[in-house]
């Protein structure tokens, strides 16, 4: 028992020699790994218990599965720059003695305990101590002829560390505590106990400042009661291995996560030291595109206007335009210019860096109209008629003079000409012209 309470007292004071080293360099240096500011573990698992207990009578042993094993249990770290905090925990323990299948007594068993903790951290092994307040209940039956649960409650100051390794997504854990018995409550008895455990935490994924994990973990404890009272002698002892899963948050500052190169500083009593760090300046999340508008003939520049997300700016005269401040990932760039087909391109901004785009514009060709030229006539007889014509491409209306001629310069194209007159009847003809033609068109209309 003597050897187990030094154990878990040099344990419990490394931690508390990193968090000193720490607070010597900690204004000058942040470590490269950066701690949750809180977490939180709710486990659920099975309990294998082994026990034997000697009074006045034969005695009795028991042994057995019991399911519904329950714990909660929390840290909070908010002062000295984290490295120290509160740690509280409870757990329910089912238990049941069964004689061949048949229920002899059952119950419940719990522990909790709160009290301060501390930490510090070496490279990726964090570790951690408590000493914090403990309350237990241990199974004690009565007499062996009539067994009836009871408990013994325990209170006492309970040692505890943890040490944790971080690699990546997986921590490994360990964990060792010693309860030192004050007083107890329900026999006059003396008791005496032992724990540990480990487990695996393996992060499934982060929402904001929450970690969620999963933890694979196993836990074993020794207890034992005696008690030198002559009328009602006592000694029991048991043995409990706990193995569950526990959903496991932890609470990070996303703020704190800031790489910074590492350095080693020794310091003498009483000594003073300035650090220097250097930090790389973190690239910007924005990007920027230069712009060159050139022509197909000669690539000569050509000024244009560039429209960019709905946005029109024009490039200079030498067809040059910068733009910054751009988001990273693909855009469209469409360019017109006087006197040239319009252009578009696609373009990738980058973030941290100017993109170059070249936009080539092809020059238009110039075009001759063709002219449509002709005269309306009344079917009967070939006198003149004042009459309208509607070509419905262009959405364009002209008009026959007295002499029914008429004349119009269009584009090369097919056309649908609709040819109307008061006391004619209406026509419709389809006529198809090319750039630079001289189309005669008459029109014959019959009277109504």
Not at 427 to 437: A, C, S
Request: proline fraction near 5%.
């Amino acid at each position: 028992m003597h050897r187990n309470v030094v154990a878990c007292a040099v344990i419990w004071l490394l931690p508390i020699s990193a968090v000193a080293q720490t607070s010597v360099t900690g204004s000058a240096v942040r470590p490269q790994w950066t701690d949750d500011q809180a977490q939180v573990r709710l486990r659920y698992g099975v309990a294998v218990r082994n026990g034997t207990e000697s009074d006045s009578g034969p005695g009795l042993s028991y042994s057995g599965v019991s399911p519904n094993d329950l714990a909660l249990t929390g840290w909070l770290w908010f002062l000295l720059g984290d490295h120290l905090g509160l740690t509280a925990g409870v757990q329910r323990e089912a238990f049941s003695l069964l004689d061949n299948g048949t229920t002899v007594t059952s119950g419940a068993l719990m522990r909790a305990q709160v009290g301060p903790t501390g930490r510090g951290r070496l490279g990726p092994v964090r570790l951690e101590a408590a000493a914090s307040y403990s309350f237990q209940q241990l199974p004690v039956f009565g007499t062996v002829s009539v067994p009836a649960f009871s408990t013994v409650q325990r209170h006492g100051v309970l040692l505890a560390a943890r040490g944790l390794v971080d690699l990546g997504p997986v921590t490994l854990e360990g964990r060792f505590e010693v309860p030192l018995a004050i007083a107890n409550v329900g026999r006059a008895v003396n008791s005496q106990g032992v724990g540990a455990g480990g487990g695996v935490r393996v992060q499934l994924f982060r929402t904001g400042f929450l970690k969620w994990g999963l933890l694979a973990e196993a836990q074993w404890h020794s207890d034992g009661l005696t008690t030198t009272d002559t009328a009602s002698p006592l000694s029991a002892t048991q043995s409990v291995v706990r193995a569950g899963l526990a959903l496991d948050l932890q609470w990070k500052d996303p703020q704190l996560e800031v790489d910074v190169s590492a350095r080693t500083v020794s310091l003498g009593a009483g000594e003073d030291r300035a650090v220097e760090l250097v930090l790389e300046k973190e690239k910007p999340k924005v990007g920027g595109l230069s712009i060159k508008v050139v022509s197909f003939d000669g690539a000569a520049p050509v000024a244009a206007s560039v429209e960019l997300n709905g946005k029109i700016t024009a490039t200079s005269a030498e067809g040059a335009l910068m733009l910054e401040g751009l988001s990273p990932g693909p855009l469209s760039v469409k360019v017109t210019a006087p006197g040239f087909t319009p252009g578009e391109e696609a373009a990738s901004v980058v973030a941290g860096t100017v993109s170059e785009l070249t936009v080539t514009l092809v020059p238009q060709k110039k075009r001759v109209p063709a002219t449509l030229r002709g005269q309306v006539r009344s079917a009967r007889g070939g006198k003149p008629v004042v009459a309208q014509l509607e070509i419905k491409e262009l959405k364009q209306t002209i008009a026959a003079d007295e002499d029914g001629s008429f004349s119009v310069q269009i584009p090369g194209g097919k056309y649908t000409v609709r040819i109307t007159a008061a006391r004619f009847v209406t026509q419709t003809k389809t006529v198809t012209v090319r750039d630079g033609d001289q189309a005669i068109f008459n029109v014959d209309l019959a009277p109504k």
